[in-house]
Every structure is written in structure tokens, then in C-alpha cells.
């Protein structure tokens, strides 16, 4: 580029156009120039800056913290703050293209521009709209954060939502899957980890767990006579009679399986769990629900074996089961419409009447 070209040019560089044409002329004179290919650094962001450069031909690409936040063309000037300030190079410069720059170094800048009043000012006026840019940047950047920290905030407060709504489900879910679907009291399922948990606290406290097994008297012919819809709403009701009976919050009624029924009765004896299990008994026979093909009364009967144990090591869940299966078959043996305890139990060897067929 020829002398007068880079005057010209200078002329209009918003720091330098304050002197006058020799004062650009000698400051030119004083100054290399450098020439860059595509892609070739002029300097580097966290460098000491000890000179600064002015655009000649081609474009500069700026960048910091490896991201372009703005293109230097001709004309424009670069790493005053540096020099000024002698501090660290806040940005990247690379040339796009074929580029060309002058390079003003700190002592011909001292010489040649910080000795004009002029030049000084529109130092200033660079600093200052630079450091104004910097603070509205900062507004932004401000702004930008409250506004993501009130999205965080309401993303947050719907998340405590869906997770408030997912624990209520899900606490809905256990209850449902814990229940039986027709009669409402606990299933299968639940009784059997109920079981298991009351047992482990009872072998620890050394107290008696005690079953009331409970099976509805002829309930097959009951369902041929009257129909399946009025045999669920029988289970219903017996279901319904039973769990009334119950006055412990510990103490729970299922389900077993068809018409059969099974109450958990946590720290009661045999005596306690015998006079629940009659109240039982007597509280369905006062629903008086017609059954007509019962050989044991004409109103719905049930029959009820009562089991109770003091955990221990020798023994297991189940086997308290069995022996309130086997106090329920001998209320059965008996007649039907009883309450039958395992202290009633023949002995061993002896062989109970086989109880009629529900």
C-alpha cells in the first residue's frame, strides 16, 4: 500500500485522526508493518500487549475464550487497553483473509500520539464507550441470569409438583396393589408381608401373633342359588362385617383367597383372638342375608379357626398358618357356624370327621 493510501486511511482512524498529515506521516515512518496469511495469529488472548495495530487491508477476526465476537476491517484499531494498561490481551486477533497491519509499537505511540491533547480524548472516548459497552453487556449478561434463574426457579417449583404428584400416585398405587379389588380390605400380597413384619417384632418382644381364618358356610351353593353378582356383593358384605370388628390399628382383615378370609391379630392370646373371632361370627350372622341352600341355617353362616404363637426360632410363618387352616377344618368338622381354636385340635394320630363340601 503506498504511503498516501495508509495516510488516508489513518486520517480517518477515529484515535489517530487528530494529528495533523506529518505528524501521520512520521508516526507511519516509525512503525512496521505485518502481513498475515488466512488463519495466521496477531496475537493472543492472556499475552502482554506492548503495541497496538491498525487495520491496513483485509479482516481481523476477533475472538475470546475461542468464540468470534466481532470482525476488524480496515481502519480499525486494536490493543490500546493493553498498551494503555499494560495488562493481559483481552481477545484473540486472526486474520480472515490475506491482512495487513501496522503496528504501533508503546514508545512510538508515547512519541508520535499520546503527546497530542486531541489524540487523548478520543483515547477516552474508546475507553469509555468500550467500558460502557463492557456495562451494558453486563446488564445484559445480569438480566439474562435473573431471567434464567426465574426459569430454574419455576422449572424447579413444577418439578417439586410433578414430584408431589408422583409420590401421591404412587402412594395411591401401593394402597390399590395392597388391596382386593372387590371387597376393598388388604389382598393376599399385603397379609403375607404383613405377616412376615409382625412376626419379626413378635419374636423380639417375645408376644403372641394370633390368625383367625375364616371361610363363608356353603358359599358355591350360595353363588348357585342367588347368582355370581349376589356372591360378590355377599364377599362384600362378610369382608365389610369382619373388618368392623376390629378395634386396634394394628390388627388387619384380607382377603385370602375366594371366600375365605384371614384376620392378623398382633400381641393376643388365644382367649383374646377366640372372643374376636365369635364377635366375627355373630356379626355376620346378623347381616341375615338370605341362604336358603345352607344345611346350617337359613341366613349366611361362617365358620372360624383360630391359631396363636409366640414366635420363635423353631417355628415359622407359615406353620401359624397352617395351624389356623387346620382350627378353621375342624369348625367346619364340627357343624359349621363355630369358632374352633387350635387348643381344640385332636391329638395327633386321630383323624377329625372330613367336613361336607362348600
Sequence with gaps: MERSAKVALLRRTGLLAPLSEPEIEALVAACPERALG??????????????????????VVVSKAGKQVAVGRPGDCFGEMALIERRERAATLRALDDTRVLEIPEAVFREHVSGNPASLMALLRVFSERSRHDLDGLVSANLKLLAQADEMDRKNRELTETRRQLEHRNRDLERISALDTLTQIANRGRFDAA????????????SPLSLVFCDIDYFKRFNDTYGHQAGDQCLVRVAQAMDETLNR???FVARYGG???????VDTGVEGARMLAERMRARVESLRVEHRASDVATHLTVSLGVATVVPRAAIRPEDLVALADRALYAAKAGGRNRVATTDELPAAGAAPAKPEAP
Design 38 to 59: 488466512p488463519g495466521q495469529a496477531l496475537c493472543h488472548e492472556g499475552e502482554e500487549g506492548h503495541e497496538m495495530y491498525v487495520v491496513l487491508a483485509g479482516n
Design 195 to 206: 405377616l412376615r413384619q409382625e412376626w419379626r417384632r413378635c419374636a423380639r418382644d417375645e
Design 249 to 251: 390399628p394394628a390388627d
Design 259 to 265: 371366600e375365605e378370609f384371614i384376620a392378623l391379630l
